[in-house]
């Protein structure tokens, strides 16, 4: 059997390959996505039980480009992009198995037992420094030579083990943290950029940029069905197995088996692949496996997620977003999530919360 009416094939129904789906039919392209789980979204998985709801995946984004906030403009209500609540802004560092909360302005920042006397002092000296040299060096070697090691381990460190469940030590920073690369070697500093990009005039675009937190109404599952429906789920294909890509006579030849057993095959000029590295093999049998070998080195990391409903709470009061668990503290956590601050995401009742655990 063949698959017609497609000029892109997408390899992939997560957040990735259905956004370039959904944006290329609206630009008048015919895409078709092809997919190896039984359902769209990749890691991201809404769940709803007991008047809870909560995600097996990612769970929060960050507005850190105005981009993510047109995608929810564009879907026009199919998803509805909802922001934590202002009253849970504080953030948590677990230092010494004790949370301490992280700096919001001057005042804290020199109380705050985080960081070390000699760190913060040395700071001050942060906009004077000259800029690294070395393309490639690691967010723990760039952050420890501008702002010192009680930085790096009680604050860099545990944003990195939040969002990538990754190594600062081997993580490089311009692919990890282009903003904060590009704030020392276009300003020559931290500070200084902070400071002069602050100052910047903003169109009303880049104004939607806000850092603010954010999830969706109803879960991020929201956003995947926002956009499958959108791109037409008649062209998304679930369930395919033994997808392969080959070099045709005029483009590409995508073939796999559909969930029935059915040998498909689909034609296109372009194909798009968002699936993980270690299937390129498989994926791309064309192509030898040395050509390969820098996608098939790079880690991935495992996380475990729990989530528990609580509906009388009889702990602490929660009254920030989460905390996060350095690694230097030693502890097979990485941190702890509170979507009270989406106060939808939890039942109505009085003292009834949703915590997850990330592992």
Request: hydrophobic content about 40%.
């Given at each position: 059997m063949e698959l017609k009416n497609a000029d892109v094939i997408i390899i992939g129904a997560g957040l990735t390959g259905l956004s370039i789906a959904y944006y290329l039919k609206r630009n008048g392209r015919s895409p078709i996505v092809?997919?190896?789980?039984?359902?769209?979204?990749?890691?991201?998985?809404?769940?709803?039980?007991?008047?809870f709801i909560y995600e097996s995946g990612p769970n929060t984004g960050v507005l850190s480009t105005p981009e993510i906030a047109?995608?929810?403009?564009?879907?026009?209500?199919?998803?509805?992009?909802?922001?934590?609540?202002?009253?849970?802004?504080?953030?948590?560092?677990?230092?010494?198995?004790?949370?301490?909360?992280?700096?919001?302005?001057?005042?804290?920042?020199?109380?705050?037992?985080?960081?070390?006397?000699?760190?913060?002092?040395?700071?001050?000296?942060?906009?004077?420094?000259?800029?690294?040299?070395?393309?490639?060096?690691?967010?723990?070697?760039?952050?420890?030579?501008?702002?010192?090691?009680?930085?790096?381990?009680?604050?860099?460190?545990?944003?990195?083990?939040?969002?990538?469940?990754?190594?600062?030590?081997?993580?490089?920073?311009?692919?990890?943290?282009?903003?904060?690369?590009?704030?020392?070697?276009?300003?020559?500093?931290?500070?200084?950029?902070?400071i002069k990009k602050g100052r910047e005039k903003k169109s009303e675009a880049e104004k939607k940029a806000t850092r603010e937190v954010f999830s969706a109404k109803g879960g991020l599952g929201t956003l995947i069905s926002g956009l499958a429906d959108a791109t037409g789920n008649e062209k998304i294909v679930c369930g395919a197995s033994g997808i392969k890509i080959e070099p045709g006579k005029s483009?590409?030849?995508?073939?796999?088996?559909s969930r029935e057993g059915i040998d498909v095959t689909a034609n296109s000029k372009t194909v798009i692949s968002t699936a993980g590295s270690y299937n390129l093999p498989d994926l791309l049998p064309f192509l030898p496996v040395d050509a390969l070998e820098p996608l098939l080195s790079?880690?991935?990391?495992?996380?475990?997620?729990?989530?528990?409903?609580?509906?009388?709470?009889?702990?602490?009061?929660?009254?920030?977003?989460?905390?996060?668990?350095?690694?230097?503290?030693?502890?097979?956590?990485?941190?702890?999530?509170?979507?009270?601050?989406?106060?939808?995401?939890?039942?109505?009742?009085?003292?009834?919360?949703?915590?997850?655990?990330?592992?």
């Open positions: 092809i997919e190896k789980a039984d359902k769209p979204g990749g890691v991201i998985s809404t769940h709803s039980e007991n008047g047109a995608l929810f403009d564009d879907l026009s209500g199919e998803s509805i992009l909802e922001t934590a609540n202002k009253d849970s802004a504080k953030r948590y560092i677990m230092k010494g198995g004790k949370w301490q909360a992280i700096p919001s302005g001057l005042l804290s920042a020199v109380a705050t037992p985080l960081f070390t006397f000699s760190d913060k002092f040395r700071i001050l000296g942060e906009p004077f420094r000259k800029p690294g040299m070395n393309p490639d060096e690691s967010v723990a070697d760039m952050v420890i030579r501008r702002m010192g090691r009680s930085f790096l381990d009680y604050a860099v460190d545990p944003f990195i083990s939040g969002v990538y469940a990754g190594d600062p030590s081997i993580l490089v920073t311009r692919y990890a943290l282009p903003k904060l690369y590009a704030l020392e070697h276009n300003y020559g500093s931290f500070i200084k950029g902070s483009g590409f030849v995508v073939s796999f088996k790079l880690k991935y990391a495992s996380v475990v997620q729990v989530a528990a409903g609580y509906k009388k709470w009889g702990g602490l009061h929660l009254d920030a977003f989460g905390g996060l668990v350095p690694s230097k503290e030693n502890r097979d956590i990485l941190g702890i999530f509170s979507p009270q601050s989406f106060p939808r995401q939890a039942l109505k009742e009085e003292h009834s919360y949703l915590c997850s655990l990330a592992v």
